[in-house]
């Protein structure tokens, strides 16, 4: 039985897209650590603000730019208040995660040395590992990496280990996207600030499953994607302590990001907007700060809850197919499972899994190094959200058992 004090078929109400068929089947949507669905209360906003008072923020008089600013502003003070941030202009707003990291690793250049250290964990994203790479390459920084286990959980003894006054940068996800692993960041976090390394999580994988606390954590830098997490693409934070901010490099030069341009010199703008070159993403910040309001009416306590449930559920039940591994055992993950079965392709499974209407993602998600570890080309990965039900896992586990059938 899965208890759960979310009323399930209320909530799936809010996510039209759950309505439709795929091949002629209702959908199975269960791709959710690739991109979350949209409920319509964020597609709302989404239509309020082209219909209504679509308009460049920041520099106008006229009112539909003053409206949009103040939509816009509002929703980075919703986005502080969601992180427990300290100070609003401590919250950038990003396309996502991977400008998030770029931006960090670009203004890193000049405080990282020849022969200073990097760590990075073994199940990062590509987009926490290439650009580190491209820092190393630039300053003559070495890239180190934390082990991990068989269970898909870092090797904490050995992340003591390499820390030493060498280390400038410690860099780690929160929640793993391939694993579903949940990092011990507290810990990582404390043990870096105590050789004095800067720390900068990945919080992409976490938003739609835990509600992190900036203070409470004291970490350096968190990136988020507003997709993960009922919102729209393209779209994102960073946050970083303002003395970060304050001491890195403006990323990308241009409008908005400017106190004063002369042709002999410029002058940059206070934070947030030293890193907010040109134009944004007004639309979807906006929707960002909207889609972090409906989370909350939901209560991530809840979630994490029924989402335990039906992962606890789902596992024991692809576990009882025959041939099938799961990879990812951590004690401490959240609703994602990566498997495969034993002389089957994930890419057939998934394939067969799409006829059926399911949708789930195979390959190496985008963490190559990590289907290295376990010597697979990548895994079928299910991932669950809050609107999915117990009888998709049902449909799921019907779904692999007959394309185990018809590729065996
Ligand atoms: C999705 C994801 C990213 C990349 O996010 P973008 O929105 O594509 O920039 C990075 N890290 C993790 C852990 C992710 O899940």
Known sequence: MIQTTLDIETIRKDFPILNREVNGKPLVYLDNAATSQTP?????????????????????????????????????????????????????????????????????????????????????????????????????????????????????????????????????????????????????????????????????????????????????????????????????????????????????????????????????ADLPHKFEAGTPNICGGIAFGAALDYMNSIGFEAIAQYEEELLQYATEQLLAIDGLKIYGTAKNKTSVISFNIDGIHPYDIGTILDKLGIAVRTGHHCAQPIMDFYKIPGTVRASFSFYNTKEEVDVLVEGVKRAKNMLL
């Not at 898909?152 to 996207?177: P, Q, R």
């Not at 970490?219 to 304050?246: I, Q, R």
């Open 40 to 268: 319509q209360q964020v597609i709302d906003v989404i239509v309020d603000y082209y219909q209504n008072y679509n308009a460049n923020i920041h520099r106008g008089v006229h009112s539909l730019s003053q409206e949009a600013t103040d939509a816009y502003e509002a929703a980075r003070i919703k986005i502080k208040k969601h992180y427990n941030i300290a100070k609003t202009h401590e919250v950038i707003l990003t396309s996502g995660t991977t400008h998030s990291i770029n931006l960090v690793a670009n203004g890193f250049t000049s405080f990282v040395k020849e022969g200073d250290e990097i760590l990075v964990s073994a199940m990062e994203h590509h987009s926490n590992i290439v650009p580190w790479q491209m820092l190393c390459e630039r300053t003559g920084g070495v890239l180190k990496v934390i082990p991990m286990n068989q269970k898909g959980e870092l090797v904490m003894e050995e992340f003591h280990a390499l820390l030493s006054d060498k280390t400038k940068l410690v860099f780690c996800n929160h929640v793993s996207n391939a694993l579903g692993t949940v990092n011990p960041i507290e810990e990582i976090i404390d043990a870096s600030h105590k050789v004095s390394a800067a720390v900068l999580i990945d919080g992409a994988q976490a938003a739609p499953h835990i509600k992190a606390d900036m203070q409470a954590l004291d970490v350096d830098f968190y990136t988020v994607s507003a997709h993960k997490v009922c919102g729209p693409t393209g779209v994102g934070m960073l946050y970083g302590k303002e003395e970060w901010l304050n001491k890195l490099p403006p990323y990308q030069g241009g409008g908005e990001m400017i106190a004063e341009v002369t042709f002999e010199k410029t002058t940059y």
